[in-house]
């Protein structure tokens, strides 16, 4: 089955404990990306990446980090995390980043910072 | 996308009824246009896209509208059923960024 998973999808974490939240798609896909939600405010993305060894910051990329070293996993790293990245995050994969085609969401990880 | 707001807005029909959820979209370069659907503890859904080059596109009970002069986008879902309640989100493609911008959301109930 085509999926996007996540992994946890529940976090309750402190601030500054480094953490790591998994994606991994099973697609081939070449395009992913790492948004998070918030009340009011839609989804945001915070990092994308184009291929292997390719990414770049996206709209709130303050306090995250990446990395891409295989196609199918994307990581999203919290070196430090504070309170306000209490949020919904999710992951995305498609085929590649040009328009008609369709992204894939994971299920998503709920993080909370105390 | 839709303006930031503190509250989604939202909308409730009557199970068969049909249903129109309304986006404003901000960029008139946008080229791309997705509905997105979210059911509760999920992840957002791919329903339906339609190019800036057309102003009708329809699925299966859905149906989108683009109107660019005023750069509005909507959805239209024929007969609802309980299942149709979700939140629902537009996104717009930039293509020269090529990346999807995300619209706030609308939740739709629908009453049995």
Redesign the interface.
């Known amino acids: 089955e085509a999926q996007?998973t996540q992994n946890p999808r529940y976090l309750i974490t402190v601030t500054g404990k480094k953490l790591t939240v998994t994606c991994s798609q099973n697609m081939n896909h070449e395009y992913m990306?790492w948004?998070r939600q918030d009340?009011?405010?839609?989804?945001?993305?915070i990092y994308?990446s184009m291929n292997v060894e390719v990414t770049d910051k996206?709209d709130v990329p303050e306090g995250y980090k990446v990395s891409r070293k295989e196609k199918r996993n994307f990581p999203l790293i919290l070196e430090s995390p504070s309170p306000n990245q209490t949020s919904l995050y999710?992951c995305?994969s498609s085929l590649s980043?040009?328009?008609?085609t369709?992204?894939?969401?994971?299920?998503?990880t709920r993080l909370t910072v105390v | 996308?839709?303006s930031?707001?503190?509250?989604?807005p939202t909308l409730s029909v009557q199970e068969g009824d049909n249903s129109i959820i309304n986006c404003a979209y901000s960029n008139s370069a946008s080229?791309?246009f997705?509905w997105y659907k979210q059911e509760s503890?999920?992840?957002?859904?791919?329903i339906i896209?339609i190019?800036s080059n057309m102003d009708k596109r329809q699925g299966q009970r859905v149906t989108v509208l683009l109107n660019k002069t005023v750069k509005h986008l909507s959805l239209q879902i024929a007969a609802t059923q309980p299942g149709d309640s979700a939140v629902y989100?537009c996104a717009e493609?930039f293509?020269g960024a090529?990346?999807?911008v995300?619209?706030?959301?609308t939740r739709l109930t629908i009453n049995p």
């Open positions: 996007v990306s948004y009340p009011g405010l839609g989804l945001r993305q994308y996206g999710f995305a980043s040009g328009m008609n369709e992204a894939f969401f994971g299920q998503g | 996308g839709e930031v707001g503190l509250h989604l080229d791309y997705i503890g999920k992840g957002p859904q791919f896209d190019r989100f493609y293509q090529q990346k999807l995300f619209g706030q959301g």
